[in-house]
Nanobody, 116 residues
Framework: QVQLVESGGGLVQPGGSLRLSCAAS????????MGWYRQAPGKSRELVAH???????NYADSVKGRFTISRDNAKNTVYLQMNSLKPENTAVYYC??????????WGQGTQVTVSS
């Protein structure tokens, strides 16, 4: 079974940066498009960014110009570089396929807290 493990979250001040990583077992990155999602307290999970298996990217309007998604197929890892973080970016961040597939379970997520 495919497993996804997110890491890299933490507490950061407004304006700071974090780099999230998502490591996957198996070789799904070579086949699937991948996405980063987030869920803030009291809100639904939303798509933040996605990257195709060929490296084309797309972003939610709220993060354009500040976040960068990338992938390393050799390492079975997808990244999310987050710059100029804002308090409203506080959420649990998850990665999975884009779109999400039922046979690929969600990881545990990584908490990002932006606060002074």
């Amino acid at each position: 079974q495919v497993q996804l493990v997110e890491s890299g979250g933490g507490l950061v001040q407004p304006g700071g940066s974090l780099r999230l990583s998502c490591a996957a077992s198996g070789n799904i990155f070579r086949i699937y498009n991948m996405g980063w999602y987030r869920q803030a307290p009291g809100k639904s999970r939303e798509l933040v960014a996605h990257i195709t298996n060929r490296g084309s990217t797309n972003y939610a309007d709220s993060v354009k110009g500040r976040f960068t998604i990338s992938r390393d197929n050799a390492k079975n890892t997808v990244y999310l570089q987050m710059n100029s973080l804002k308090p409203e970016n506080t959420a649990v961040y998850y990665c999975t396929t884009y779109p999400p597939y039922t046979h690929v379970p969600w990881g545990q997520g990584t908490q990002v807290t932006v606060s002074s």
